[in-house]
């Protein structure tokens, strides 16, 4: 459970500068507000271990948020996460961006908490006036604050901790296997489960399938991670026009490719974020009240438009003279001939040493294998849903139908109990419940919901204990020494 240092007493904390200043404002707010709640849940043992009332797997920014959210209700949360602590998710490992691409006002993570705010963190350090200053947050500076975000609420991640297999349980717990640090398998289990594994959380990378067919010495995705210094001196293709393409681009020119080529399908690069024009309080809470046919439509036009590059991660390539932007320029397959990629197109053959697939994620339960004894059971869109002509969307199609607790939801026909403890907090939910499961935007309304709805789940599943608990509830607010009780008059006084 999260500890926090006593505010003690007297007003809030003023304004002053420096780290410790600030995480002596963010104690009293948290004391003000009453969290963490005690934890009311009842403690559970499963083979001599303690049982979570929710698993975590992902310590990143959503799986902390999570947590954090989580702790704040008074449960027992327990975090895994196969990274080496401080490098969970893209930001310091596989993400190739000088900045993010958020806005630098967004909340994030913060559960609407001033000062757990990125903003109220760096001005804390360097000052309201180099905040001003500031365009968009340094990648590497949000792991920073992200590193300080788990510190400062004393979020416990079990780092290192590879979860291998899930099997939810007839009997109210989900077993885990989890391969440790020192290479023991170790088996723990939880009343709840969140998946909180990022964008690529049900799947991994997409490219095309002639792509497997590859040396894999010769081509790369772009959330791999690949050792740029490699691409030296190389002729490097880029297939893709999107932020991730351009950070790959970007860094293979720093690295001093010898040309790189940005392999472009459409006739033109997206210039606008149809997202981020329907972007407001009621796009955040109110997709999942939508009717399927909307949440399609809305989800497919975002689709189709796609999201332009940042104009500054653009910029970052343009500027190199030996990067060359290839519109209408559609990938069909490649060979590998001696030591160099023939690669087809539809405007033509090029000849490259390297290929970087910026192709983005799939939903692919079989690059998952701790989910391999769901995967068979959980209902997709595909399964739900058709289409008018027209709107197909593979991806779409793929994504799970999640209930309104996040939950998955079993195929027709199939018997997998506890497949509802199982809650899918990664980006492939946003057909069902909307952009909050993974995005800076909105991670802090996600995490929030997701909170209470398993709070609310726990509750109702222990109403026998609780109402116990109440029943044998004895601690009294008045004593009966606060009174003399007198029998009434044998006759009223007559009123004068």
Same mark, same amino acid.
């Given at each position: 459970?999260?500890?926090?240092? *006593?505010?003690?007493?007297?007003? /809030?904390?003023?304004?002053? #500068? =420096? &780290? !410790?200043?600030?995480?002596?404002?963010? +104690?009293? $707010?948290?004391?003000?507000?009453?969290?963490?709640?005690?934890?009311?849940?009842?403690?559970?043992?499963?083979d001599g271990e303690p049982v979570a009332d929710v698993a975590i797997?992902?310590?990143?920014? *959503?799986?902390?948020?999570?947590? /954090?959210?989580?702790?704040? #209700? =008074? &449960? !027992?949360?327990?975090?895994?996460?196969? +990274?080496? $602590?401080?490098?969970?998710?893209?930001?310091?490992?596989?993400?190739?961006?000088?900045?993010?691409?958020?806005?630098?006002?967004?909340?994030?993570?913060?559960?609407?908490?001033?000062?757990?705010?990125?903003?109220?963190?760096?001005? /804390?350090?360097?000052?309201?006036?180099?905040?001003?200053?500031?365009?968009?947050?340094?990648?590497?500076?949000?792991?920073?604050?992200?590193?300080?975000?788990?510190?400062?609420?004393?979020?416990?991640?079990?780092?290192?901790?590879?979860?291998?297999?899930?099997?939810?349980?007839p009997d109210a717990v989900v077993r885990l296997h989890i391969r /440790?640090?020192?290479?023991?398998?170790?088996?723990?289990?939880?009343?709840?489960?969140?998946?909180?594994?990022?964008?690529?959380?049900?799947?991994?990378?997409?490219?095309?399938?002639?792509?497997?067919?590859?040396?894999?010495?010769?081509?790369?995705?772009?959330?791999?991670?690949?050792?740029?210094?490699?691409?030296?001196?190389?002729?490097?293709?880029?297939?893709?026009?999107?932020?991730?393409?351009?950070?790959?681009?970007?860094?293979?020119?720093?690295?001093?490719?010898?040309?790189?080529?940005?392999?472009?399908?459409?006739?033109?690069?997206?210039?606008?974020?149809?997202?981020?024009?329907?972007?407001?309080?009621?796009?955040?809470?109110?997709?999942?009240?939508?009717?399927?046919?909307?949440?399609?439509?809305?989800?497919?036009?975002?689709?189709?438009?796609?999201?332009?590059?940042?104009?500054?991660?653009?910029?970052?390539?343009?500027?190199?003279?030996?990067?060359?932007?290839?519109?209408?320029?559609?990938?069909?397959?490649?060979?590998?001939?001696?030591?160099?990629?023939?690669?087809?197109?539809?405007?033509?053959?090029?000849e490259l040493d390297f290929l970087v697939f910026a192709t983005g994620?799939?939903?692919?339960?079989?690059?998952?294998?701790?989910?391999?004894?769901?995967?068979?059971?959980?209902?997709?869109?595909?399964?739900?849903?058709?289409?008018?002509?027209?709107?197909?969307?593979?991806?779409?199609?793929?994504?799970?139908?999640?209930?309104?607790?996040?939950?998955?939801?079993?195929?027709?026909?199939?018997?997998?109990?506890?497949?509802?403890?199982?809650?899918?907090?990664?980006?492939?939910?946003?057909?069902?419940?909307?952009?909050?499961?993974?995005?800076?935007?909105?991670?802090?309304?996600?995490?929030?919901?997701?909170?209470?709805?398993?709070?609310?789940?726990?509750?109702?599943?222990?109403?026998?204990?609780?109402?116990?608990?109440?029943?044998?509830?004895?601690?009294?607010?008045?004593?009966?020494?606060?009174?003399?009780?007198?029998?009434?008059?044998?006759?009223?006084?007559?009123?004068?």
């Amino acid at each position: 459970m999260s500890t926090h240092p *006593s505010p003690g007493p007297g007003p /809030a904390p003023g304004l002053e #500068r =420096g &780290l !410790a200043a600030l995480e002596r404002r963010l +104690a009293w $707010e948290l004391a003000a507000l009453q969290l963490p709640a005690p934890r009311w849940t009842p403690a559970l043992e499963r083979d001599g271990e303690p049982v979570a009332d929710v698993a975590i797997i992902g310590g990143g920014m *959503s799986g902390l948020a999570l947590q /954090a959210a989580m702790q704040h #209700r =008074g &449960l !027992a949360v327990t975090v895994y996460d196969a +990274a080496p $602590e401080g490098f969970e998710g893209p930001w310091a490992t596989t993400a190739r961006m000088e900045t993010l691409r958020s806005p630098k006002q967004l909340a994030g993570p913060a559960l609407g908490i001033p000062s757990l705010t990125f903003r109220a963190w760096f001005e /804390a350090q360097f000052g309201a006036a180099e905040w001003e200053a500031l365009d968009k947050i340094p990648r590497l500076q949000w792991m920073d604050y992200l590193r300080w975000y788990r510190r400062v609420l004393g979020l416990q991640v079990h780092n290192g901790h590879l979860v291998t297999d899930i099997r939810p349980q007839p009997d109210a717990v989900v077993r885990l296997h989890i391969r /440790a640090p020192d290479g023991r398998t170790l088996v723990r289990h939880a009343r709840r489960l969140v998946l909180a594994t990022g964008r690529a959380g049900l799947g991994g990378s997409w490219v095309p399938e002639w792509a497997h067919a590859l040396p894999r010495t010769h081509w790369a995705h772009s959330a791999d991670e690949l050792d740029h210094t490699r691409l030296r001196g190389l002729r490097v293709g880029v297939v893709g026009a999107g932020a991730s393409a351009m950070d790959s681009a970007a860094t293979a020119l720093e690295c001093v490719a010898a040309r790189v080529h940005l392999l472009v399908r459409r006739a033109d690069i997206p210039r606008i974020n149809k997202g981020k024009g329907a972007g407001s309080p009621g796009f955040v809470h109110g997709h999942g009240r939508l009717s399927e046919a909307w949440k399609w439509r809305v989800r497919r036009y975002i689709h189709a438009q796609q999201v332009p590059p940042p104009r500054n991660s653009t910029l970052r390539v343009s500027r190199h003279p030996n990067a060359f932007f290839h519109l209408g320029c559609a990938v069909q397959g490649a060979v590998c001939r001696g030591d160099a990629l023939q690669v087809h197109t539809s405007a033509g053959p090029i000849e490259l040493d390297f290929l970087v697939f910026a192709t983005g994620f799939a939903v692919d339960w079989a690059q998952r294998p701790m989910l391999r004894h769901l995967a068979p059971h959980v209902r997709t869109w595909g399964e739900r849903f058709e289409p008018p002509p027209g709107l197909e969307d593979a991806e779409l199609r793929a994504s799970p139908d999640l209930g309104p607790d996040f939950e998955f939801q079993p195929k027709a026909g199939h018997d997998c109990p506890g497949l509802d403890r199982i809650h899918c907090f990664t980006y492939p939910a946003a057909l069902s419940l909307g952009v909050i499961t993974g995005d800076i935007p909105a991670i802090s309304d996600g995490a929030l919901r997701l909170a209470t709805s398993i709070v609310g789940l726990l509750w109702a599943e222990d109403i026998e204990h609780h109402y116990a608990r109440m029943q044998a509830f004895a601690e009294p607010e008045v004593y009966g020494d606060e009174w003399v009780a007198s029998p009434l008059p044998a006759q009223l006084e007559p009123a004068k």
